[in-house]
């Protein structure tokens, strides 16, 4: 258990629905990143957020969007889904808003989103 | 912003052999280097990193050396073995965030 938990592991939905994955970060990181993989591809980076606030911003799509909350877990929403859309979603966290200072990144095992 | 380019795609060696895998970045404000490591359907696992302080840094069969000159970075794995299989991905990053490379398709034949 890496300590970063993602919910649901798994979700399948129809093209143009809109769902919710949740992210709560390791115990006493402040950052969360999300990023995409297709299938055998590589990470892209969407968004991170720190201690609640956006800090960067990646590839993501006007249909996606993120937020911190106050205990520090987040959530991506994605909306009006497509077929494309189908991919795993890792959740990563550190500590503060410097990645590196500490251990790098700590993956969640990430949510399989299935659009059919 | 980062790019990060990263070689072979795909890399196959027998049991035993070493396996060499490449990255080169574009950002000169990039200072620290982390390795991942995906064994398949599972999240990406941090293997070794390397600071921009630093010119190589190993752990058992595994190092990393950096090349901030020619901004290229590369990991090493020694006398490999099957479990090592799985997909590579190296990073680069600064104080906002750290960008991958597409990653390595590491096959250990036993």
């Known amino acids: 258990d890496s300590g970063v938990t993602q919910t649901p592991k798994h979700l399948i939905t129809a093209t143009g629905q809109r769902v919710t994955l949740r992210c709560s970060p390791r115990?006493?990181?402040?950052?969360v990143y999300w990023y995409q993989q297709s299938l055998d591809q590589g990470l892209q980076f969407l968004i991170q957020y720190y201690n609640g606030e956006e800090r960067a911003k990646g590839n993501i799509l006007e249909r996606f969007s993120a937020q911190q909350f106050p205990d520090l877990h987040s959530e991506l929403n994605l909306s009006s889904l497509e077929l494309g859309d189908s991919a795993l979603y890792f959740c990563a966290s550190s500590v503060r808003g410097r990645g590196f200072d500490t251990s790098g990144y700590t993956f969640g095992s990430g949510t399989r989103l299935t659009v059919v | 912003g980062e790019n990060v380019e990263q070689h072979p795609s795909t890399l196959s060696v027998q049991e035993g052999d070493s396996a060499v895998i490449k990255c080169t970045y574009s950002d000169s404000a990039s200072n620290y280097f982390p390795w991942y490591k995906q064994e398949l359907g599972k999240r990406p696992q941090l293997i070794i990193d390397?600071?921009?302080?630093?010119g190589e840094k190993k752990d058992q069969r595994i190092a990393v050396t950096l090349n901030k000159t020619a901004k290229h970075f590369s990991l090493h794995i020694t006398e490999t073995q099957p479990e090592d299989s799985a997909v590579y991905f190296c990073a680069a990053g600064g104080y906002q965030k750290v960008t991958f490379g597409t990653g390595t398709k590491l096959q250990v034949i036993p």
């Open positions: 390397i600071r921009s302080n630093v």
């Open positions: 115990s006493g990181d402040l950052s």
